[in-house]
């Protein structure tokens, strides 16, 4: 499974270690992914996701509707995740 939060779009990223001599060597960044189960009231049916720390904590503010929608908006939201959510 790729790593990749099906919201944000977050994925890992290439970046140095840089050692106290400044030596640079290659290394990955990976997001901080949780897999959650998530209940749609609308749809009355429970959706697992695979999703970023940061995602987990803007859900907990705004709910998960408002979340899907404004990544649909924005583009980044999975196309598995296209279908639930509602054009309104």
Known sequence: MAKICEITGKRPRVGNHVSHAKNKTKRWFYPNLQIK????????MWVTLKVSASVLRTINKKGLNIVLKEARKRGTLAKELGRLVADK
Do not use: G
């Open 37 to 44: 189960k998530f209940f749609l009231v609308e749809e009355d």
